[in-house]
C-alpha cells in the first residue's frame, strides 16, 4: 500500500481506512492508498507551518537549486512515472510523457523565477519627515494544492511550482483516484534534497479536501476541479479570507472562418477534442464552422476520427491508427452517455461514433454530432469526455453570439487569416484564452484561468507568483 507523506515521513491514515486505485483500462486494482481524514490534514498542515519558518528565509537562490535537484531527480524517472500514470489515469503512453515533460518544463519556469521576485521602492512626501517607501514580497504561509484526476502531474506543477519559489509550504491533496504518481514525485523531491514538510501529500476524498480548504493553518488555496466543487472550496475558504484561485469547467468554442487552413483546423480540434478521451477543462469542445467550408471541415473530420483506436496505453497503437484510452470511471462514462442521448432526443444526428465497445475498460467511442440543439446539454454543460459538437453558422455575428452563449468562459479558438476577425475574437469572446490558428495549449509563460463559472484567478505565468506574496509596505523615516 502507498502511505502518506507527512513531515518527511510515510504513514498511514490514522483512521486505517483506505481506497483503491483502479485501472480503467481493465477495471482491476492496481494499489491502495490512504483514506486521509480531519486527522491527518491536521497533521499535514501542522508539518508544512513548522517546515515554513525555516523554508521561507531560505536564499532564493538555494530554494531554486533544491527544486532544479527535484527536477532533475524525475526527469530520470520519468519513463517510470509515465507508466504509472497510464495505470491510473487511463491515458495512452506518449500522452503520459507528454504530461510529464510539461511538469517539468513549468517547475523549471518556477524554479528560474525564484530569484526574481521584485518589490518597489519610492521617494515620499516630507510632511512628516523625510522618508522613503518600499514594497516587499513575503510568502503567504501553507498552501494547499488540490487537483483532479486529469492531468495529476502537470496540475500539481502550476501549483507547488510557484509556491516553493516564493517561499511557501505546501499540503498537496490528489484526486483520490489518481493519487500514485503524485505521491512518487513528492517523494522524489525529498530524496533529492527538499527540507521534510517543504512538500506533503494526503490522500482521500471529499473529507480531505474540505478538511484542507477550510483549515484555519491553510492561508492559500488553489484548486482544479468542476465548477460544483470549486464553489464548495470558495465557500470554505471564504470566511477565513484565505488567498483562493479556482480553474473549473470549460466548454471552449472554436470558430472556423471560410479562410482557414481546413486541415490544420481538423488536426488542432481532433487532437484538442480526444486528447486524454476528451477529460479536459481546455479542450474544443464546441465547433462553429462557416458555411461555405463546413462540408469540407466535415468530410476530413470524420476521416481523421476514424483513425482513433480505443485500447490500453501502454499498448503501442499501429500507424495510421491513434490510440485513445478508457475514460476515468464508469460514471464519467455514463455522464457523457447522457449528455450524447439528451442531443438525440432533441434531434441532434450523431455523425460517428457514440458507443461502448464491449469487453472491459471504461471506453467511449470518440463521437462526433452534429445539429444539436443549441439549448441540449451538448452546449450548455460542460461535456468531459470525448463527444464533439458541430454546428453550421452564417457569419461571425452568429459565431461569435453562439461561443458566448455559455456560463463557462475557459479557452476559445479561432482559425483564419483575417486581421479583424482575429481582433473581434480577442476583444468579444468571454474566454480567458483565446488562441489564433492553434491547439488549445496551457503554456506555462502565460497566464491560465477563466471567466464566468470557469473560475477566478489565474495561474502559468509571472502572474501566479503574486497569488503566493503578499505585498507589505515598509516605510522608512528619521532620515533627518
Known amino acids: 500500500m502507498a502511505e502518506l507523506l507527512i513531515g518527511g515521513e510515510r504513514t498511514a491514515a490514522k483512521s486505517g481506512e483506505e481506497i483503491p486505485v483502479v485501472n480503467p483500462a481493465n477495471e482491476e486494482t492496481l494499489e491502495s492508498v490512504p483514506k486521509a481524514g480531519p486527522e491527518d490534514v491536521d497533521a499535514a498542515v501542522a508539518a508544512a507551518k513548522a517546515a515554513f519558518e525555516e523554508w521561507s528565509r531560505t536564499d532564493a537562490d538555494e530554494r531554486a537549486s533544491l527544486m532544479r535537484e527535484g527536477i532533475a531527480r524525475i526527469k530520470g524517472e520519468q519513463k517510470e512515472l509515465?507508466?504509472?500514470?497510464?495505470?491510473e489515469n487511463g491515458k495512452p503512453f506518449a500522452e503520459a510523457m507528454g504530461e510529464i515533460s510539461h511538469f517539468l518544463h513549468g517547475m523549471s519556469y518556477y524554479a528560474d523565477l525564484a530569484s526574481k521576485i521584485q518589490g518597489s521602492y519610492t521617494e515620499l512626501p516630507s510632511a512628516l519627515g523625510r522618508s522613503y517607501g518600499m514594497v516587499i514580497k513575503r510568502p503567504v504561509g501553507v498552501c494547499a494544492a488540490i487537483t483532479p484526476f486529469n492531468f495529476p502531474l502537470t496540475l500539481l506543477g502550476t501549483k507547488i511550482g510557484p509556491a516553493l519559489a516564493a517561499g511557501n509550504t505546501v499540503v498537496a491533496k490528489p484526486a483520490e483516484t489518481t493519487p500514485l504518481a503524485t505521491l512518487r514525485v513528492a517523494q522524489l523531491m525529498q530524496e533529492a534534497g527538499l527540507p521534510a514538510g517543504v512538500l506533503n501529500v494526503v490522500t482521500g476524498g471529499a473529507e480531505a479536501g474540505e478538511a484542507l480548504a477550510g483549515h484555519p493553518g491553510v492561508r492559500r488555496v488553489a484548486f482544479t476541479g468542476s465548477t460544483g466543487v470549486g464553489?464548495?472550496?470558495?465557500e470554505l475558504a471564504g470566511p477565513q479570507f484565505k488567498r483562493v484561485t479556482v480553474e473549473l469547467g470549460g466548454?471552449?468554442?472554436?470558430?472556423i472562418c471560410p479562410d482557414a487552413d481546413v486541415e490544420s483546423a481538423v488536426r488542432g480540434v481532433t487532437i484538442g477534442r480526444f486528447f486524454n478521451a476528451g477529460q479536459a477543462c481546455l479542450a474544443a469542445k464546441r465547433v462553429y464552422v462557416f458555411e461555405e467550408v463546413y462540408d469540407q471541415f466535415m468530410e476530413s473530420l470524420l476521416k481523421?476520427?476514424?483513425?482513433?483506436?480505443?485500447?490500453?496505453?501502454?499498448?503501442?497503437?499501429?500507424?495510421?491508427?491513434?490510440?485513445?484510452?478508457?475514460m476515468h470511471t464508469d460514471r464519467y462514462r455514463q455522464q457523457?452517455?447522457?449528455q450524447l442521448q439528451d442531443a438525440v432526443d432533441k434531434g441532434a444526428k450523431v455523425a460517428c461514433g457514440g458507443g461502448f465497445p464491449d469487453g472491459r475498460g471504461y471506453f467511449f467511442e470518440p463521437t462526433v454530432v452534429e445539429d444539436a440543439p443549441h439549448g441540449s446539454r451538448l452546449a450548455t454543460e460542460e461535456v468531459f469526455g470525448p463527444v464533439l459538437?458541430?454546428?453550421?453558422?452564417s457569419g461571425m455575428d452568429e459565431a461569435i453570439r453562439l461561443a458566448n452563449d455559455s456560463p463557462y468562459g475557459l479557452g476559445s479558438s479561432i482559425w483564419t487569416q483575417n486581421v479583424k476577425w482575429v481582433h473581434r475574437a480577442a476583444q468579444e469572446i468571454e474566454a480567458g484564452m483565446t488562441w489564433v490558428n492553434q491547439l488549445h495549449y496551457g503554456y506555462d509563460e502565460l497566464p491560465f484561468g477563466g471567466v464566468k463559472q470557469s473560475g477566478i484567478g489565474r495561474e502559468h505565468g509571472q502572474e501566479a507568483i503574486e497569488y503566493y506574496v503578499e505585498s507589505k509596505a515598509v516605510v522608512v523615516g528619521g532620515l533627518d
Open 82 to 87: 509515465a507508466r504509472l500514470l497510464v495505470q
Open 231 to 234: 464553489r464548495r472550496i470558495m
Open 251 to 255: 466548454s471552449d468554442p472554436v470558430i
Open 304 to 326: 481523421r476520427v476514424a483513425r482513433y483506436e480505443l485500447g490500453d496505453g501502454l499498448e503501442k497503437a499501429e500507424k495510421p491508427k491513434v490510440r485513445m484510452g478508457p
Open 336 to 338: 457523457i452517455s447522457d
Open 389 to 393: 459538437p458541430v454546428w453550421r453558422v
